[in-house]
């Protein structure tokens, strides 16, 4: 009984806030707009809808390329951090300090760094380099993975780090009895017993992708570059014009997306642990 | 003896730059943020206009430090600490409430038995796995359905009841060795003696990471603003700050400076939490 008392008051709201009309919603997508009935014109239009193609492709490429990218940066930082290194802790601060910065605080100096007549292109100018529209063009896809790493890598580097203090360190005293060099020793024993924070970075970077919507709006508005036009802006957009089953079904979309990458996620770690045993 | 600090400082020639790197967006506004508005409009002017060849004028120093900037921010126009306010009035019954209500359910997730335990954590689980934009059509619906539209609670509600605290401290529960509670038990004390006690002490660097996080998230926020509050004068100054003309570039350093400044303190001074509140979420799944 006491159980439920405790639960009460945060499943009471969540049921009311998320439960209840996520369930409703689910209904909405599949609602006819003129008249009653069920059916499944929503998604096709959806589908068939250029921009919704457009908005999901930039949304599966930018996840696709910047997350990795995320991963192996971070990672390669706190394998140095996790050494002797001088200034350790100052140098943590600084990496994930740009995490609490808000966003609409640096949005300026985004525009400082790649306006048309920002400090990159003089420096591009001063090298004889062609200057170009960082964010009206092709190249908006670049600056945007530059800031979602620069916002992300402390998170992932304090991940990495708490996961490589887990690794017992007679692992690599034996290692060293029996004469492993260092590389093996990364990829013997660092790697292998990194898996299951590897993973929960993956999970973490993946959401936190969908994230850098906030960024892209604050730089470009609602309606920027082709190439960094995302599901968030498509769904943003539909929501201004109340096209609710629309956004209704691509939630649903969405949603069906991210529970698949999780299992896919889930799957992959436990076939990892498998292994290691 | 260069063999025992040449790779400890080979390492950090390394890291150091790139340190530097990160923190140069923040050292720029708050440089800037201290020049006159004169200066900043000789060096940014051409922020946004292709016709010129001009180009920006990055400067470190300003040629007179100047807090002519946070006087007009502060003082002169109310507006902008009005748009402060609006965020505080926001995120705080959030941070308040979110942290309450979760800390009784993490209990409960964390340490107590019941049916359907495992089935609902995994649906508080997944919906905190969902991006903002697939839970902004339900909060929407149940705003507009509850009357909230345009105001304040159609972001402080859903905020209250969000799933991540409730992910975040059970993390922390899981940790408490379960003899503490038979313990106290078999002492006769109530669930809520238990988890006044002798949970809420152990857990207390997860609440801390939690406060941390929440500020970190809705001070930020951007996107639910955007959609529930149609009037300007609600709008926290996180959207606003997007929104600054070229003819107040001056002030907006300021601004922008004033805005992380809370941020970053809380930051600064529960740093050990903040780190430790993450790595923990992060070893025990």
């Not at chain 2, 890291?15 to 720029?28: K, R, Y």
């Not at chain 2, 905190?128 to 159609?154: C, E, I, K, W």
């Not at chain 2, 606003?240 to 003819?247: A, G, K, N, V, Y």
Request: aromatic content about 14%; proline content about 4%.
């Amino acid at each position: 009984m006491g159980a439920f008392w405790l639960l009460a008051p945060s499943l009471v709201g969540f049921s009311i806030f998320y439960l209840i009309p996520f369930g409703q919603s689910i209904l909405g997508s599949f609602e006819d707009r003129l008249g009653g009935g069920l059916t499944f014109s929503n998604y096709k239009e959806l589908l068939l809808s250029s921009s919704f193609q457009k908005a999901a492709s930039n949304t599966f490429l930018f996840t696709a390329i910047s997350v990795p990218i995320l991963v192996a940066i971070s990672l390669l930082l706190a394998l140095f951090l996790n050494q002797r290194v001088f200034l350790r802790n100052w140098l943590r601060t600084a990496y994930v300090l740009p995490l609490v910065v808000p966003v609409a605080s640096i949005v300026l100096v985004w525009q400082i760094l790649f306006d048309w007549n920002g400090a990159i292109n003089a420096v591009m100018q001063h090298f004889g380099l062609d200057r170009r529209d960082w964010m009206k063009s092709e190249w908006a896809g670049f600056v945007i993975i530059l800031v979602y790493i620069w916002k992300n890598i402390g998170y992932n580097v304090i991940l990495f780090l708490a996961g490589l203090q887990n690794i017992p360190g007679q692992y690599y005293e034996i290692a060293d009895l029996e004469g492993a060099g260092p590389v093996r020793k990364l990829f013997g024993i660092t790697l292998i017993y990194l898996t299951p924070t590897t993973f929960l970075v993956v999970l973490m970077s993946v959401l936190n992708s969908f994230k850098v919507f906030r960024e892209t709006y604050l730089v470009a508005g609602p309606y920027p570059h082709d190439r960094i036009y995302m599901m968030q802006h498509y769904m943003n957009n539909m929501f201004l014009s109340l096209d609710i089953q629309k956004v209704s079904a691509a939630a649903v979309l969405m949603a069906l997306c991210i529970m698949a990458l999780v299992f896919i996620l889930f799957r992959t770690e436990r076939m990892f642990r498998s292994f290691m045993e | 003896m260069i063999k025992g600090w040449g790779a400890p400082l080979l390492r950090s020639l390394l890291l150091i730059p790139i340190a530097g790197l990160l923190l140069l967006p923040v050292v720029l506004t708050v440089v800037n943020s201290l020049m006159t508005k004169r200066e900043i409009n000789a060096n940014y002017g051409m922020l946004g206009k292709t016709d010129t060849s001009f180009f920006v004028n990055l400067k470190w120093i300003p040629d007179w430090v100047s807090f002519q900037q946070y006087k007009e921010v502060l003082i002169s126009s109310p507006q902008f600490l009005h748009l402060f306010w609006n965020s505080v009035y926001m995120v705080v019954p959030i941070i308040v409430g979110q942290t309450i209500v979760a800390t009784l359910a993490a209990f409960a997730f964390g340490k107590l038995r019941f049916r359907g335990r495992e089935a609902l954590f995994l649906i508080y689980l997944m919906t905190m796995l969902m991006p903002f934009q697939v839970t902004l059509v339900p909060n929407y619906l149940m705003a507009d359905r509850l009357g909230l539209l345009n105001h304040p609670s159609s972001i402080i509600l859903p905020g209250v009841f969000g799933a991540f605290g409730v992910f975040l401290l059970r993390q922390f529960m899981l940790h408490i060795h379960s003899s503490f509670i038979e313990a106290a038990k078999m002492d006769g004390a109530g669930i809520m003696r238990i988890l006044v006690s002798i949970a809420l002490p152990m857990v207390k660097p997860g609440i801390a990471a939690l406060v941390v996080l929440l500020f970190v998230d809705y001070w930020n926020m951007v996107e639910q603003p955007l959609i529930f509050l149609q009037d300007a004068a609600m709008q926290p100054l996180s959207v606003f700050l997007s929104r600054i003309q070229e003819d107040q570039l001056g002030v907006s350093f300021a601004v922008s400076v004033v805005y992380m400044m809370p941020m970053v303190l809380l930051f600064l001074s529960a740093e050990r939490y903040f780190i430790e509140g993450i790595q923990l979420s992060g070893v025990k799944g």
